[in-house]
């Protein structure tokens, strides 16, 4: 009885687990694939570019993905992610990526964007943006 009351208890809190996280590109960038370590460095903000050294726009989004994408990317929990990007803030170091709603508004902006760099739901590709990185 203890056992079965624990287990409905704890499953009550699990999240469900999402799709495969693709990192897109605009159709136009000629990169053929990022690494984890490039992506990781761009959208923590250690680096601008792009390993072709073209100009390197990341976006993030505000929805329940950013965490699961953080998670995969960086293997840190987004509360550390926010305390990273907020601990750079006040020192006038850098800001955080722009924020997106959801992966319609993503795909839009990268569709439109040349340096745009996102990330969205894999279930979500279609033709009009490059996959760079799947993170499983």
Do not use: C
């Amino acid at each position: 009885m203890k056992t079965s009351f624990l287990a409905l208890l704890l499953g009550g809190f699990a999240l469900p687990a999402l799709a495969d996280v693709a990192v897109i590109a605009h159709p136009g960038n000629d990169l053929a694939a990022l690494s984890e370590r490039e992506a990781r460095d761009i959208f923590l903000g250690r680096t601008r570019l792009f390993p072709n050294q073209h100009f390197a726009l990341p976006l993030d989004q505000a929805s329940p993905l950013r965490a699961e994408f953080y998670q995969r990317l960086t293997g840190r929990p987004i509360e550390q992610i926010d305390a990273y990007w907020a601990r750079l803030l006040f020192t006038g170091q850098s800001s955080p990526p722009p924020q997106l709603p959801d992966d319609a508004a993503m795909l839009q902006t990268v569709r439109a964007n040349q340096d745009a760099l996102g990330y969205i739901d894999a279930t979500h590709v279609d033709g009009t943006v490059r996959v760079l990185l799947m993170l499983r």
